[in-house]
């Protein structure tokens, strides 16, 4: 077993103290965790630390302000707390809410019958269905059994009368146009099988539905066991954490304590999603497919996500840190020779921090002081090969809102979505080392 640094700062001193935290024996698809790949997804094992150490009781209201696929509120659930989620993106406020929302297996189990039983007649009698998305170039990302099989499973998902029933196997079918396309797995980013994969690379699309449907019934019937009994209630909201006030209007105000929360566990981007993970990207065949209403939303969620805008007047956000960092940035992007869109580098960052400052004003405003906690999950990316230490700028940034830093638990990934061998490809701006390192920080508000 390995153990990871947790430094628990006191105001005078620091102690270091050894404890797990790579859950390298705890599997990340427990319960409705593992419906869908998202990137980036944090580890379960991660919210449920955090949830049982800092929500008092079941009346401890936890808030998620970049949710992402919702598995802090699955966690939430669990535990018996009202929690809200934000997310700019539609396909993870669809999949959140999947995630959320138990639902008595039998039913699953018997529309799960009824699609593959009208799926295969109507594959043996030639039936088509004009209904893959427009915009989609179904020959160059399909091999022909799935360009054959995916409308009739969408039509028969389609058809289902129980918004929670169909919205639950709109998820099965979304996984299943991704994993039967020449998208490359590991890659979030859309990018196409090479050539000699796309040869070999035959799936059997009834099949790969079939197993997914399975898995997500039996997952969904140990949720469903475990949170009968509770009466805790998910909102996953779609909005902007820049305007929480504004999130907050959408939901019932019972579920708050005087419009506010007590906890919050998250895992914000890396940085602007252009440059590290594209959320949006990942998310558009997916959205695509399943006519998601919010199109507009679903498209723009790379430019509208935290760094997207490039800010021009770079007023101060108190972080010395962050000043050096963007500094020693700047001097090597003036120094780079060839100038693309992507030269001013140091702006990126600025825009990132910029908005995190943002969400930070609005969680102190939303937060009840002095009875709350945040649990930041963040990672250390480069950038012109410096390294932007993200745990520590958020300390600085966090001082001018009153969040004491409580401490920070370094973590070692193990088994997360990102697998590390994968990196290069997936993330650019990371070195391998810093990939599989997360920082949690913790404070107290
Ligand atoms: C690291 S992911 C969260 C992953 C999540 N913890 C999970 O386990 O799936 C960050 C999320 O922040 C969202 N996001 C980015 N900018 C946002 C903003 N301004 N408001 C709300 N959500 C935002 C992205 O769409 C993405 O889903």
Same mark, same amino acid.
């Not at 390298?24 to 630390?49: L, N």
């Not at 939430?76 to 700019?88: A, C, E, K, T, V």
């Not at 972080?319 to 702006?347: C, F, M, Q, V, Y």
């Given at each position: 077993? #390995?153990?990871?640094?947790? !430094? ?9 103290? $050894? ?19 998202? *990137? ?24 998620? *302000? ?76 399909? *091999?022909?059994?799935?360009?054959? =099989? ?12 129980? $918004? ?7 998820? @099965? ?29 035959? *799936? ?8 997914? @449907? ?80 919010? %199109? ?12 997207? %805008? ?27 020779? =060839? ?19 943002? @969400? ?14 945040? @649990? ?9 090969? #410096? ?5 520590? !700028? ?52």
């Amino acid at each position: 077993m #390995e153990s990871d640094d947790i !430094i628990l700062n006191s105001l005078a001193t620091t102690t270091i103290v $050894k404890e797990d935290w790579t859950f390298r024996e705890i599997s990340t698809s427990q319960y409705t965790h593992g419906f869908h790949q998202y *990137p980036a997804r944090m580890h379960p094992e991660i919210a449920k630390r955090m949830i049982e150490k800092y929500a008092l009781g079941s009346k401890s209201v936890i808030l998620d *302000p970049f949710m992402g696929s919702g598995g802090v509120l699955v966690e939430s659930i669990i535990h018996g707390n009202n929690s809200i989620g934000i997310d700019l993106n539609p396909f993870a406020v669809l999949l959140s809410k999947v995630k959320t929302s138990p639902i008595i297996h039998q039913k699953l189990e018997d529309t799960f019958q009824d699609i593959i039983k009208k799926s295969k007649s109507d594959f043996q009698n030639h039936t088509k269905y004009d209904n893959a998305p427009e915009k989609l170039d179904l020959d160059f990302w399909y *091999p022909v059994d799935a360009r054959q =099989k995916l409308p009739i499973l969408k039509n028969h998902v389609f058809e289902i009368k129980n $918004k929670e029933i169909k919205d639950f196997f709109k998820i @099965c079918f979304s996984f299943t146009t991704r994993r039967s396309s020449y998208q490359k797995n590991s890659i979030y980013k859309i990018y196409r099988m090479k050539p000699e994969n796309r040869e070999i690379f035959s *799936p059997d699309t009834f099949k790969m539905f079939s197993d997914i @449907c399975h898995k997500n019934i039996n997952n969904m019937k140990e949720f469903y066991l475990k949170t009968k009994s509770q009466k805790a209630k998910a909102f996953s909201i779609l909005g902007d954490s820049r305007n929480i006030g504004k999130q907050f209007t959408k939901i019932p105000q019972e579920i708050l304590d005087n419009g506010k929360a007590h906890l919050v566990v998250t895992s914000p981007p890396y940085g602007d999603h252009g440059t590290t993970v594209a959320y949006g990207q990942f998310s558009k065949h997916p959205g695509l497919w399943l006519e998601l209403e919010e %199109k507009e939303e679903l498209l723009s969620v790379d430019a509208k996500g935290l760094g997207g %805008k490039k800010i021009n007047d770079h007023t101060e956000l108190e972080s010395p840190l962050l000043d050096k960092i963007i500094k020693k940035i700047k001097k090597k992007d003036s120094e780079s020779i =060839k100038k693309t869109n992507l030269s001013d580098r140091a702006g990126d960052v600025y825009a990132f921090f910029y908005d995190l400052d943002s @969400c930070l004003e609005q969680l102190s405003q939303y937060l009840k002081r002095g009875n709350s906690h945040l @649990c930041f999950v963040v990672a250390n990316r480069t950038v012109r090969r #410096e390294k932007v230490p993200m745990d520590e !700028i958020l300390i600085e940034l966090g001082r001018k809102y009153d969040f004491k830093h409580e401490g920070t638990i370094y973590r070692t990934i193990a088994n997360k979505a990102m697998a590390v061998k994968n990196a290069p490809e997936n993330i650019s701006n990371y070195s391998s080392d810093t990939m599989n390192q997360e920082s949690i920080v913790l404070f107290k508000f």
